[in-house]
T-cell receptor
């Protein structure tokens, strides 16, 4: 079973540019989350999508946006890049919470990340 | 809001010995999950162990075990017979059970060094 795939793995941008990162979840996973990882702030939640709907958003400015497609693949976009946006962006997929008697395991499966450097 | 605190930024252990990583959390929920994730230098985060709050028994996975103290809101990870491959950043994480959305709250991490 293929894992979570993120592209590109590395990218360098300059201030003011915009960037789009892509994430393909594990087959069958309908929930995709994005996290920003920096040495100073650690892992911070960006947003979570389930069945093409954003269900939760972290405390990030509107320059950070995302979307999810019908095949559960997700993209995140950062516009007007700032130096402080340099980070490792991690995508994670999960089954999401199921209704009824099934109890989800709560586990997130992570991709290898996209390393963004803003110059 | 839930918070997760890892008070040990760095730890070191000799190969074959035992090390314990600490984690405390704050929540008003009664039903939740706790996790330890490992992030080796290759960067991919992988799940080490999971604990469901409603289960009193501490979770174990081979050489990895936890000490879950719900009342104290403490969730420590014990690594027995440490191996060189255990060297990594370890993150403690909290996830609320159920609800209409899903996210994990992570601690800042503990960098574990294993000395040969």
């Amino acid at each position: 079973k293929a894992g979570v795939t993120q592209t590109p793995r590395y990218l360098i941008k300059t201030r003011g540019q915009q960037v789009t990162l892509s994430c393909s979840p594990i087959s069958g996973h309908r929930s995709v989350s994005w996290y920003q990882q920096t040495p100073g702030q650690g892992l911070q939640f960006l947003f979570e999508y389930f069945s093409e709907t954003q269900r939760n958003k972290g405390n990030f400015p509107g320059r950070f946006s995302g979307r999810q497609f019908s095949n559960s693949r997700s993209e995140m976009n950062v516009s007007t890049l700032e130096l402080g946006d340099s980070a490792l962006y991690l995508c994670a997929s999960s089954l999401g919470w199921a209704s009824g008697r099934f109890r989800a395991t709560g586990e997130l499966f992570f991709g290898e990340g996209s390393r963004l450097t803003v110059l | 809001a839930q918070t997760v605190t890892q008070s040990q930024p760095e730890m070191s252990v000799q190969e074959a010995e035992t090390v314990t990583l600490s984690c405390t959390y704050d929540t008003s929920e009664s039903d939740y999950y706790l996790f330890w994730y490992k992030q080796p230098p290759s960067r991919q985060m992988i799940l080490v162990i999971r604990q469901e709050a409603y289960k009193q028994q501490n979770a174990t996975e081979n050489r990895f075990s936890v000490n879950f103290q719900k009342a104290a809101k403490s969730f420590s990870l014990k690594i027995s017979d440490s191996q060189l491959g255990d060297a990594a950043m370890y993150f403690c994480a909290y996830g609320r059970s159920g609800g209409s959305n899903y996210k994990l709250t992570f601690g800042k991490g503990t960098l574990l060094t294993v000395n040969p």
